[in-house]
């Protein structure tokens, strides 16, 4: 009984061993360079959009994403605690914020001046990394 239970144990460390493996293999397999990936927004009352495909630029392994609002109301965002601050594009508030994974949903905090008073509103980035592709 001790040795299934041994046999069991080490399966399961050798799955979860592989698993973190294959997971650090798809973060690493985004080389360096420009791309554009499908991204979908959630949160807030539902008016406010993203452009998608938005560009993701990877430099030394870093990845940023260029984060192009339906409006010029944002005037920060935060990620991760730290306050990014806009471009205004062709009348679009535009940030370039980074990002540590496209395989899981990011959350951000952007500030909207469209009301009568600035609001923070939490929202959720979610890229669809089986659309990922170089940028032309």
Same mark, same amino acid.
């Given at each position: 009984?001790?040795?299934v239970?041994?046999?069991?144990?080490?399966?399961?460390?050798?799955?979860?061993?592989?698993?973190?493996?294959?997971?650090?293999?798809?973060?690493a397999?985004?080389?360096?360079?420009?791309?554009?990936?499908?991204?979908?927004?959630?949160?807030?009352?539902?008016?406010?959009k993203?452009?998608?495909? $938005?560009?993701?630029?990877?430099?030394?392994?870093?990845? #940023?994403? !260029?984060?192009?609002?339906? &409006?010029? @109301?944002?005037?920060?965002?935060?990620?991760?605690?730290?306050?990014?601050?806009?471009?205004?594009?062709?009348?679009?508030?535009?940030?370039?914020?980074?990002?540590?994974?496209?395989?899981?949903?990011?959350?951000?905090?952007?500030?909207?001046? $469209?009301?009568?008073?600035?609001?923070?509103?939490?929202? #959720?980035? !979610?890229?669809?990394?089986? &659309?990922? @592709?170089?940028?032309?």
């Open positions: 009984m001790k040795k239970f041994v046999w069991l144990l080490l399966a399961g460390m050798l799955v979860s061993a592989l698993a973190c493996r294959a997971s650090e293999q798809n973060e397999a985004i080389a360096d360079g420009a791309y554009t990936v499908a991204v979908t927004l959630e949160g807030g009352t539902g008016k406010a993203i452009e998608s495909p $938005a560009a993701l630029s990877v430099a030394g392994g870093k990845m #940023t994403l !260029t984060v192009k609002w339906s &409006s010029d @109301k944002y005037d920060y965002m935060i990620v991760d605690d730290t306050k990014f601050t806009p471009e205004y594009v062709d009348g679009h508030s535009t940030f370039v914020i980074p990002v540590e994974n496209i395989n899981e949903p990011l959350s951000v905090i952007a500030d909207t001046t $469209a009301m009568s008073t600035p609001h923070e509103i939490e929202y #959720t980035i !979610t890229f669809d990394a089986a &659309s990922l @592709k170089p940028a032309s």
